[in-house]
Structure formats: structure tokens, C-alpha cells
């Protein structure tokens, strides 16, 4: 590489740092302040973006019309933001940290719908920007002018956010609230406006980082995950809550991508390395290597302890094996009675169900929440495929094999995990889950990118899809017992154990971590138990099963039953599965619908499905005579 | 003191430029009772935290029977014997009493790593005896997550009890408890402390407390030790007085 191509990477990956900047900004003020991991972060930045391209349109190509039109959006997105805070979150302030997750979950499903709605599902190819067209050549290589402004925005953008955080009134306000938030309040600050204004401000950010995209990038419905994706990394490596490290790692993480992609390919030792496609894998290798080198990110400070303790975790009640023995019987009793479409979407509902039972095991019990989980289900699908067709092995043996091949990867990835705890953790999980999902989509030769494998059916004598369903139900069911199982038993007891009180399990000469990486391997193996059984009943595997969307499924799901008992994952799976089926038939626009009824519920039973009715029940049995 | 438990020696501990802990040594030995005292910020929970593995000593000796545990995690410290209450209480809180206590108990006999047997048919009797010792057997099934602050102080204790532990930290132990509950909570733990020959290590602004139930006492201010002896001793001390009654030494 030549000193001017290596300088022209670095202007390159500076220009990409500027959005990434501010939508990590808004992330990271908006988390400060209210503690509220807002997935929806990405689909403000999606919109900032279609709103600008809307707006230009509307406005006219001059440099005014361009101009107005990208601050009118990122007010809009503000105000987008605002309504959101007012009408959802504020609501659930006071609810466990996860249901304001799934809240925001929620949202992004309403507004990729609406998105959809109103600009439909072809990509949006935006204006350059009028008076920024042309090129500016520096040692002989041309860089376009408009890339050079963004990166003159970056730190004009730090400069103006330090002043309104270190010299306004608001600007004090935020900072003693991201420090000490139950503090404020008892000094008398009005928390709902000042929550309110930094929501309209860290929308405002990323309305802005989407719509200065414009001239770069398509518009497109794809962008709300990757582009929260993206933020997460920044935000972590940076440190949550800070604006400073945010910065410094959108840069990092901006020149990181733009020198992989100025690499290209490169042969090693004989083998064809492809830079260009490696850009996510090495976003999230960053990632996980500063969280292990510096826990709470590069400017991060550990997170100050919530005053308010949130409600301990109320005690486990075990499953009923009578009634487990009911339900296996009817379920049994189904393909005798019911249709093919029934036992089909009954297997699907097996499937997930020990998908979310393995995440509840390791969030719920274990405590240690995972965005991610999606990963091992799908590594789990993706290695019954490819022994399957490419190693040529007998179905039945891919179908053990696969639960082994996602368990190993769980002990890598594990090692990582367990040394952090709370958000960090999450937002590894989930950079995890990304690495994973990017090679599998960008490695054409081996998993079929985008396309996924094909022609992964069962052998024969399973082939019938009455049999697989009883294949199914065994497996899943087994899998299911066998968690619940370890749940009582000592080992599972130390993970409770870990969760309510690591202080006191150390003390008492429990090498917590050790504990709870041997429980990050054991439910990989059984996602990836669930992720095989869905790939041979499906006949394909496309990357979609380890996207991050998949793991939000399963965190719906949990959430959706409820984490704090054990058949509730199992109820959430079965409503979810059926719920989308039914919606997905009927319109277009499912995600909107489902996105609804997850905030009715979210609204309505902050304690999930199954805890609701086990609340109420309470309070029937109570009630006055 | 060659009987002794525990014997530290030259511990030091700064933060930034704060020396919190400075050249600090002292000895317990089995059966005995030993306070430290000092008023808010002397170093008292430093010190602590330094002896149970959860802080490292900038330098100093930290000996149990005989071997150096500097530089041992809190779980292989207690694995030595010793066991550990906490200034604010530490138990598992959706766990009920007699789990709680019976985790310790696994945890004692190497049994946590099972995966397959079903936690809680062991130690039931064991458990049920150290409760006993406590006075908390009545309550063995409630959990922990609803009992009343100065339950909870118990429950630790029978916890710390529970690998009959040559050593026992007690972080404030009566904190948050009413006057008469805490001289009965120390009575207990001295009572079984001399029983058991354990040595008990425990810090207090009680002065009621300390003065009724510690052999001996030692006095920490601004990190350093300032006096050390009998309670008739140290009530006698001017240096003493002058720190917590204020006026020139």
C-alpha cells in the first residue's frame, strides 16, 4: 500500500465515522440518562434517512432545498423520538429493564412497517449533494468533497454537544442524571421532561446521522438492525454513557472497515483472504477484544450501582410432571386428529419452544441476559446442513453432531462472555451472533450465502411429516426436560445462586465463572438442538436463522411469556409462532401487527403472559370474600 | 504470636494518593474476638476486603495458620476456612433460608458440579442444625428475598458457619439492627466463636457491642493502626479518645 492509498483509507473511514458518531452519540445519551437500551436507535437513523430523501424531493435539488431538507428530517426523527418516550416508554420506567428492551423491540417492527408502508420495499437511491458533487483530488487520488464535509461534521458535532453538556443548565442536568439518576430526581428535577428532551435530542442525532447519508447510501429497510448493530459496537467500545468515546470509537471502528475494504483480497500461504467481506467480523472482533481488555469500553466508567434495587428474583417453582404428562400425551394425540397444516406448524412451535427455553435458562436462571442467541440456533441449523450435504454424513448423524458443533462455538464464545455481566454482556452476545451471521453470508463457497443450503432433508423413514413431528417432539421435549432438569440441581442452584448474589457465591467458595461458562455451552448445544430439528423440517437454511432479528424473536418470546417462570417461554413460543403465522397470512404488514400487540402487552402485563395470569389468579384467590 | 489464626503484617493499600490502609498489623488467634474499630473511613472495610481476597494489598503478608493468601480469590480463601459476613447483606435471595445454607454446605463438599441430581435431598439435617444455632430454623423455608434485615444477618452467619471455618470476618454484623438485637447476635457468634475455637475478626461502631463482646481491640484512624489492647485498655487510651472525642493527642 502506497502512503497516498493509505491516507486516502483513513479519509474514507473518517467520513463513515460521522454517522456512526452521531447515531452512537444519541445511543449512548439517551442510555445515560434513562437506561433504556433503545433498539430502536436504528430505525430513527432508517428514517432520518427516507425523511430526507422525501424532503429533497419536496424541497428542491439546490444546496438549500438539500440542506433544510436534512435538518427538517432530523427534527422530524426528534420529534419521532419524542412520541415515543411519551407514549410507550414513559410508561415503563419503573418495569425491569428487560421489558423496556422488548418495548423497544416492538417499535422497530412498527416502524420498519411504516417505512415500508410509506416508501416500499425497493432501496432509495438519494441526490448527491448540490455544490458537493464533484471530487477533490489529493495526491492523485480523488475524494468526493461532500466526504470531507462529513468529516469536518464529526467534530463539529462533538464540539457543540461538549458545550450544551458542559455549559447549559440541560447540559448539567444530563450529566448528574447519566452519574446518579435517582439522585436528581430527589433533588426535585422534573425527570419526565428532562428524559423527554434527551430523547428529542439523541433522535435528533440520529435522524441526523441518517439523513447527511443520503448521498451515500440507499435507502433501504435493512438499515434499522445493521446500522443499531454498528451503534452497539461503537457505544460499547467507546464506553455506554459516553459521548467522548463514542468518538473515538466510531473512528476506530470507521477506519478499521475502510482499510478492509482498501485491502481487498489477499493471498496468505496460499489461501484467498477476502478483506473487503471481513469488515463486520472485524467491527466485532474490536469489540470483543476491548470489553476484554477494558470491560466498560475505552472512556467508559463502571456503571454506578441503582440505588433502587430492582425486586429480587422470586423463588422457581418446578414444572409439574403431571401436567407435563398431560401435555405430552395430547401432543401425541394431535396428528391423529388434527391436519398436516397443524402438526407443520406444531413442529416449527417445538422448535422455537426449546430455543426460548434454552434462552430463558441462561437469562432467567443464569442471569445473563443474551441479544444474541440466535447464533447458536443457527450454527446449530447451518452445521446439520453442511454435514448433511457437504460432508455427506447420514441425517441422523448431522442431527447429533449439529448440537455439538454449535456447543463448541458456544465455548469460544463463552470464554468472552462470562467476564462480563449486564448490558456489556448483552451487547456481546450480540456482536458474537453478528461475526457469526457475517461469515456465514459472506462465505458464498462453503454456506451458500445469502442463498443458504438446500436439499436438507430427513432420511426416509423420517421423511413423513407425521414422523418428524414425533422426531420433533422428542427431541425438543427431551431438550426442554433436560434444562428444566439441570435447573435443580446443584449445578443449576449455583447459577441462581450467581444471579442473586455473586458477592456472597464467591464467598462461600464458588468459582462462579466457571459455572456459568460450562451453562453458556449447554444451552448453545440445545439452541443448537432446535436450530437442526428446524433445519431438516424446513428442507433449507438461510442466513436469516442466526440474524439478529432471529434472536429478538426469542427474546419476544421469553419476554412474552414471561422470564420469571418456566413454562412461560414455552407459552410465548407457541403464541409467537402461531400469532406471526396468522398475521403473516393475512397482510403484509405483520411486523406492525405483532410490534402492537407486543406493546399492548408490554402495557398491560409488564410481567409477561403466564406472570399476568399467575397475578391475577393471585389476586382471584385473594380477593374479599 | 505463634497460636494465631490470622496474621497480617505491613498491609498497605492506596487509592490514587489516598494511603486508606497504611503499614497495618495485627494477629487473632482461635477463640477469640477480635474488634476493629475507627471512626468512618479509618480503613475499616478496606482492611477487610484485602483479607478476604476481594482487594489486593499493594504489599503486606496476610497469613492463615502459618500460609500466605495474598493474591488467593475470595472463593479459595474460603475454601482455607474462613468465612464471611457482609456490611450489607449478601445472601441468595430467591433462594429459601435453609438452600441458602445448604449451598454453602455443597459448596463445602465439592458437590455444586452435579448436573443431573436434584439439589436440596443432601444436608438437610446439617443445615437445619447451624439454623438451629442462629435461632432461624422456624423460618428454614421462607426466602430469603422477604425476610427482615437482621434475619438476614443471621442467615449470613450460619452461611459463614457452614465450612467450619478456623476464621470468621464479620463486616459489621449488627448494622441496621435494633440495640437489643445486636448484642444478642454477638453473644451468639462469641458464644460459638469460643466453642469452636474460631478465630472471629469483626468491625463494629457499636461501642456498646464491641466493648461487651471483643477480648481485644485494635483502633484504626486515616489507615493507620493507633492503639491496640484489652477494652479496659483501650477505653483508657488517650490517643483513642482524642480521635473519637475529638481534642489534641
Not at chain 1, 437442526?532 to 429478538?552: D, E, L, M, N, R
Not at chain 1, 397482510?587 to 400487540?597: D, H
Request: hydrophobic share 55%; charged share 15%; aromatic share 10%.
Amino acid at each position: 500500500m502506497t502512503f497516498a492509498s493509505i491516507l486516502i483509507q483513513l479519509l474514507n473511514g473518517l467520513a463513515a465515522a460521522a454517522s456512526l458518531f452521531l447515531v452512537s452519540a444519541g445511543l449512548s445519551l439517551i442510555f445515560g440518562v434513562t437506561r433504556i437500551v433503545n433498539f430502536a436507535h436504528g430505525s430513527l437513523y432508517m428514517l432520518g434517512l427516507y425523511g430526507a430523501y422525501t424532503l429533497i424531493q419536496a424541497l428542491g435539488r439546490t444546496p438549500l432545498g438539500f440542506w433544510s431538507a436534512v435538518l427538517l428530517a432530523a427534527l422530524l426523527v426528534g420529534l419521532a423520538g419524542v412520541l415515543i418516550e411519551v407514549l410507550i416508554l414513559r410508561r415503563i420506567y419503573r418495569a425491569p429493564e428487560l421489558f423496556q428492551l422488548l418495548a423497544t423491540f416492538a417499535v422497530v417492527l412498527v416502524i420498519k412497517d411504516i417505512a415500508l408502508f410509506v416508501w416500499g420495499a425497493e432501496d432509495l437511491v438519494g441526490p448527491r449533494a448540490p455544490g458537493l458533487g464533484m471530487a477533490v483530488e489529493i495526491l492523485g487520488k480523488r475524494i468526493p468533497a461532500y466526504d470531507l464535509l462529513l468529516i469536518a461534521i464529526g467534530p463539529v458535532v462533538l464540539a457543540a454537544l461538549w458545550l450544551l453538556l458542559t455549559r447549559t443548565r440541560w447540559g448539567a442536568l444530563v450529566r448528574a442524571a447519566t452519574q446518579d439518576r435517582e439522585m436528581v430526581g430527589a433533588l426535585g428535577v422534573d425527570q419526565a421532561k428532562l428524559f423527554t428532551s434527551v430523547f428529542f435530542v439523541g433522535s435528533v442525532l440520529a435522524g441526523l446521522g441518517g439523513a447527511l447519508q443520503i448521498p451515500r447510501e440507499p435507502a433501504n429497510l435493512e438499515l434499522d438492525l445493521s446500522v443499531i448493530a454498528d451503534a452497539f459496537v461503537v457505544t460499547v467500545v467507546g464506553g455506554l454513557g459516553s459521548i467522548g468515546g463514542a468518538f473515538l470509537a466510531a473512528i476506530i471502528i470507521g477506519v478499521a472497515k475502510a482499510f478492509c475494504i482498501g485491502i481487498g483480497t489477499v493471498t496468505w500461504f496460499g489461501t484467498e483472504i477476502v478483506f473487503s467481506k471481513l469488515t463486520l467480523v472485524v467491527e466485532f472482533l474490536i469489540m470483543a477484544l476491548v470489553l476484554v481488555v477494558r470491560p466498560y469500553g475505552l472512556l467508559g466508567r463502571p456503571q454506578a450501582a441503582q440505588r433502587i434495587a430492582t425486586d429480587p428474583a422470586p423463588p422457581l417453582t418446578a414444572p409439574s410432571w403431571k401436567i407435563a404428562a398431560i401435555w405430552l400425551v395430547l401432543l401425541v394425540a394431535v396428528p391423529l386428529a388434527a391436519d398436516r397444516y397443524v402438526t407443520i406448524l406444531l413442529t416449527d412451535i417445538f422448535c422455537f419452544a426449546l430455543f426460548a427455553v434454552s434462552l430463558h435458562f441462561i437469562m432467567g436462571p443464569a442471569g445473563m441476559v443474551s441479544f444474541g442467541h440466535a447464533a447458536y440456533f443457527g450454527l446449530g441449523a447451518y452445521a446439520a446442513g453442511l454435514l448433511f450435504k457437504r460432508a455427506g454424513l447420514p441425517m441422523e448423524a448431522a442431527l447429533v453432531l449439529a448440537p455439538l458443533c454449535a456447543g463448541a462455538f458456544a465455548v469460544v464464545y463463552g470464554w468472552f462472555c462470562v467476564r462480563l455481566s449486564g448490558v456489556y454482556l448483552a451487547m456481546l452476545t450480540l456482536a458474537f451472533a453478528q461475526i457469526s451471521w457475517s461469515i456465514v453470508f459472506q462465505w458464498d463457497s462453503f454456506t451458500g450465502g445469502s442463498n443458504g443450503v438446500f436439499g436438507v432433508w430427513p432420511s426416509a423413514w423420517l421423511a413423513d411429516k407425521t414422523t418428524y413431528y414425533y422426531l420433533a417432539l422428542a427431541c425438543c421435549g427431551a431438550g426442554i426436560a433436560l434444562l428444566w432438569r439441570v435447573l435443580f440441581s446443584p449445578f443449576g442452584f449455583v447459577l441462581r445462586a450467581g444471579r442473586d448474589s455473586p458477592l456472597r457465591a464467591e464467598a462461600i467458595g464458588i468459582d462462579l465463572r466457571g459455572f456459568q461458562w460450562a451453562a453458556f455451552v449447554l444451552v448453545g448445544a440445545l439452541a443448537g438442538l432446535a436450530g437442526a430439528v428446524y433445519a431438516f423440517s424446513k428442507g433449507s437454511i438461510s442466513p436469516s436463522a442466526i440474524s439478529i432479528a432471529q434472536s429478538t424473536d426469542g427474546l419476544i418470546m421469553v419476554l412474552l411469556g414471561g422470564v420469571e417462570t418456566l413454562t412461560g417461554p414455552i407459552a410465548g413460543a407457541a403464541i409467537f409462532t402461531w400469532l406471526r403465522d396468522e398475521v403473516a397470512r393475512r397482510t403484509e404488514f405483520w411486523r406492525a401487527v405483532m410490534g402492537l400487540v407486543i406493546l399492548a402487552i408490554v402495557l398491560l402485563f409488564p410481567q409477561g403472559l403466564v406472570g399476568g395470569l399467575k397475578a391475577l389468579a393471585a389476586r382471584w384467590r385473594e380477593r374479599p370474600a | 504470636m505463634s497460636g494465631a489464626v490470622l496474621q497480617v503484617e505491613g498491609l498497605h493499600k492506596a487509592f490514587g494518593g489516598v494511603q486508606a490502609v497504611a503499614d497495618v498489623s495485627f494477629a487473632v488467634s482461635a477463640g477469640e474476638m477480635l474488634a476493629l474499630v475507627g471512626p468512618n473511613g479509618a480503613g475499616k472495610s478496606t482492611c477487610f476486603n484485602m483479607l478476604n481476597g476481594q482487594l489486593a494489598p499493594d504489599h503486606g503478608i496476610v497469613r492463615l495458620d502459618g500460609r500466605d493468601i495474598v493474591g488467593l480469590r475470595p472463593s479459595a480463601i474460603w475454601r482455607l476456612g474462613v468465612g464471611r459476613t457482609f456490611q450489607i447483606t449478601a445472601t441468595f435471595a430467591s433462594l429459601s433460608v435453609r438452600e441458602n445454607v445448604q449451598m454453602a454446605l455443597y459448596s463445602h463438599a465439592g458437590r455444586l458440579r452435579s448436573l443431573l441430581s436434584r439439589f436440596g435431598t443432601a444436608y438437610r439435617a446439617e443445615a437445619d442444625g447451624l439454623l438451629q444455632q442462629v435461632g432461624m430454623l422456624d423460618q428454614a423455608d421462607r426466602t430469603c428475598g422477604v425476610l427482615a434485615y437482621g434475619d438476614l444477618k443471621r442467615v449470613e452467619l450460619a452461611m459463614a458457619l457452614a465450612n467450619q471455618p478456623r476464621l470468621l470476618l464479620m463486616d459489621e454484623p449488627t448494622a441496621g439492627m435494633a440495640p437489643r438485637e445486636r448484642v444478642a447476635l454477638m453473644e451468639l457468634a462469641a458464644g460459638l466463636a469460643r466453642k469452636r475455637a474460631i478465630a472471629v475478626l469483626f468491625t463494629e461502631h457499636d461501642m456498646d457491642v464491641v466493648f461487651s463482646q471483643a477480648d481485644r481491640i485494635i483502633v484504626l484512624d486515616r489507615g493507620q493502626l493507633i492503639a491496640g489492647g484489652t477494652p479496659e485498655e483501650v477505653r483508657a487510651n488517650p490517643a483513642v479518645r482524642a480521635v473519637y472525642l475529638g481534642g489534641t493527642h
